[in-house]
């Protein structure tokens, strides 16, 4: 999940679940399914693959390289509130 600020090892709520599948039973939201939430624990961050940007124009000797890995907060799914 994109980067959130909380501590590591705490509970969060997520309350904006767009699907939910048990089994035989799917439930999909219009947008959001209602009375639905995940309960996860924070693992920590971690950071994402590399991103290369390389810009280059021809005949001009323009060439601008840049890279950046975004920052993930890591979490393990607790329970799922229907």
């Known amino acids: 999940m994109e980067r959130l600020n909380v501590a590591e090892g705490s509970t969060i709520e997520l309350d904006q679940v767009l699907l939910i599948a048990d089994g035989?039973?799917?439930k999909v939201g219009t947008p959001t399914?209602?009375?639905?939430?995940?309960i996860a624990e924070v693992l920590g961050e971690d950071k994402?693959?590399?991103?290369i940007v390389f810009k280059y124009k021809p005949k001009?000797?323009?060439?601008?390289?840049?890279?950046?890995?975004?920052i993930y907060t890591r979490l393990a799914?607790?329970?799922?509130v229907c």
């Open 24 to 26: 035989e039973r799917v």
């Open 33 to 38: 399914v209602e009375g639905a939430k995940v």
């Open 48 to 51: 994402g693959d590399k991103v």
């Open 60 to 70: 001009v000797r323009y060439r601008r390289m840049k890279g950046h890995r975004q």
């Open 77 to 80: 799914i607790k329970e799922i």
